[in-house]
């Protein structure tokens, strides 16, 4: 390390940003733990900027390579228990789209005190918590925060960087049909679309996902669908078993939720997922319009987006279910969202 150490919390410019990062020598990259496109997009585009300007790079995740994002490359990716920990030499930790340190999962048990934090993101409620931390809560996509980077350091998008990071800003912002999409989106994308990546085999790479056990496990998800205050909150519960019956994984649920915000008068949506050998459930909130979602995750000590949020309530999913549907209930009757 030649520059001086940052304070943790504190925003960093994009310019003390990347002299920071040109100072440090051997990155550990990872992302959050169930890690979705623009996660993974993020880290593969920095994981090759860094390798550019002539680091040494390991990607660590705690998860497996998500098998629905076969558009990207799995070829980097190693798992926390499949790596020799005592061989795993770097100064420098870098995580894309993580909006704090316990959302890495236990990639953490290998930061030690003297490991220099980079934190670069796009969630409202991050916590800042890196020495140097590039955080854009405006920007659609951690993607996009990205590209800034490269830019930063006059580095021209490669087709596999620019392939990388259109499947982060694509999968964030609902193929740009999110409220997040922004007319800056829309101008990245186009810089991204500038360097000939093929849109299309990458929007079939992203959507054309559906296998039968999906179809089955969806039409039992279905059959669970329920709603209240008039239609304004929809909201379905799976159980392990569902998952067992179907010979689904949670993977394959995801989406589901999707359909729940598809039906008009839905204002809020949630599902619901009982969690593997816990008591603990999982919950997945959407939004319509001028509701948070944020705010309700916040409340159960998650987090997210304004459209998109989640958290894990340590309760079985029958009182878990009560537990969310009667805050959402209060909260839409009181101020309307
Ligand atoms: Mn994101």
Known sequence: MTTRLAAKGSKSTLADFCRALKGCERYLLTCHVMPEGDAIGSMLAMDSLLRRIGKEVIIICEDAFPERLHC????????????????????ALLTTDSP????????QELVRDETVIFNIDHHVSNKYFGHYNYVRPEAAATGEVVMDIF??????????????LYVAVATDTGSFKYSNTTAESHRRASELLETGIDVERLNEDIYGVYSLKKIKLYSRLLKRVRTTASGAIAWAAMRQDDLKKSGATYEDSEGF??????????????FLSELDGSK?????????????????????????????SGCVIEMPLKKAERLVLNYLEKRLAQHGG
């Open 257 to 270: 939720i999707d359909f729940l915000r598809y039906m008009r008068e839905v204002k809020v949506a949630f």
């Open 100 to 107: 704090s340190l316990k959302r890495i999962g236990r990639v």
């Open 280 to 308: 603990g459930t999982r919950v997945s909130f959407r939004a319509k319009g001028p509701y948070d979602v944020n705010s309700i995750a916040t409340h159960f000590n998650g987090g997210g987006h304004k459209k998109a």
């Open 151 to 164: 830019k930063a350091l006059e580095l021209p998008l490669t087709k596999q960087e620019a392939a990388d």
């Open 72 to 91: 990207l490359s799995d070829k980097r990716w190693n798992r926390i228990d499949s790596v020799d920990r005592a061989r795993i030499e770097f100064d």
